[in-house]
């Protein structure tokens, strides 16, 4: 929300600014990145025409404008606070909130399934919608269209509040009929098969394995492209085709349908799931409730089987980093790529 060309969120940043006097601890403070909050300093600065905090020595202190305005921030957030933004107590087994979660089908199964029925005793008059991915993952949680966003790390803001939940990796599955899958799978086997994966909305966003696998020297070949995670499964069964997949959806589905696990030839480096909501809703206490929950169940679950451990570890000192690899996927992102 704007007032008078200042967005009203950034006021939250500044009063940590004007307390703490230091971009580090203010974003500990308020639970952003450095570099976000360090954003939210170079735009408060252009909207008020002055630097107000400033390196002295080895500290940065205050202008005398940012010591005008440590009070009257402070007052106006105070006022906020106790005219608006205080709500009663939560209390689970009364509340009829319902809460809006963007999640791929892939999550919605292998997490929130099991979550949201657990809490069926606990909160039986909470309501839960899930809301499928797009393109436009940021813009849809700053504009208030979802509470919570689950996606993978790399595609998350840095402007909000976010917590990691898990790491998962990728295995090849195929029907169990297919003679291609009756043994190891080789590099050179899985370029020969035909492929299929999924892709998202109407920009055709690719996952994670499509766009990392698209990025090697060699060319797989895709026969079907499917909208949703889950549908992978009923694509290759009852043919010769082979899917790349993550192995908590792989394992789930492996156990009552026709079909086999192998390791991928490649060295796909692991993904990490995350948990994101608007920074205005920091404080809420529906919001964090959910969060704490979707994060104890998700620490439950083995994060890798023991026997890939190592090999993951080893595939991150081959290949570029996480940091490299999220700086490399949001910019496609960006550019209409997941």
Not at 93 to 103: E, G, H, K, L, Q
Request: with cysteine.
């Amino acid at each position: 929300m704007r007032f008078q060309r200042l967005d009203l969120n950034l006021l939250v940043a500044l009063d940590a600014l004007l307390t703490e006097r230091s971009v580090s601890l203010a974003a500990e403070r308020i639970c952003l990145s450095q570099s976000a909050t360090s954003s939210a300093l170079g735009r408060l600065r252009d909207y008020f025409g002055d630097e107000l905090l400033v390196v002295k020595g080895r500290q940065m202190v205050l202008t005398s404008r940012a010591e005008e305005l440590v009070e009257p921030v402070r007052a106006v957030l105070e006022q906020i606070r106790t005219t608006i933004s205080v709500s009663p107590p939560f209390d689970p087994a009364t509340s009829d909130r319902v809460i809006r979660i963007m999640a791929s089908d892939y999550i919605t199964d292998v997490l929130l399934a099991s979550v949201l029925n657990d809490l069926q005793d606990e909160a039986p008059n909470m309501r839960f919608e899930i809301q499928s991915m797009t393109e436009m993952l940021t813009e849809t949680l700053e504009r208030g269209f979802v509470d919570l966003l689950i996606t993978i790390d790399y595609a998350i803001s840095t402007d909000h509040p976010s917590q990691i939940l898990f790491e998962d990796d990728y295995v090849v599955v195929g029907w169990n009929q297919n003679p291609a899958m009756a043994g190891p799978m080789t590099r050179d086997l899985y370029f020969e098969l035909g492929h299929v994966t999924a892709r998202f909305g109407r920009g055709r966003v690719s996952a994670f394995e499509d766009w990392f696998v698209r990025r090697q020297k060699q060319a797989r070949k895709v026969d079907v492209v499917a909208a949703t995670f889950l549908s992978l499964a009923g694509l290759v069964i009852g043919s010769n085709r082979i899917a790349t997949m993550h192995r908590r959806l792989a394992n789930r589905l492996a156990s009552y349908l026709p079909l086999v696990i192998r390791e991928v030839p490649l060295d796909i480096p692991p993904i990490r799931e995350a948990i994101q909501w608007h920074i205005s809703n920091n404080n809420d206490p529906a919001i964090r409730w959910i969060v704490e929950k979707l994060v104890a169940a998700a620490a439950q679950k083995p994060t890798l089987e023991d026997n890939k451990i190592v090999s993951m570890d080893e595939a991150r000192t081959r290949g570029p980093s996480h940091e490299e690899l999220a700086a490399q996927f949001q910019a496609q992102h960006n550019n209409g790529g997941r």
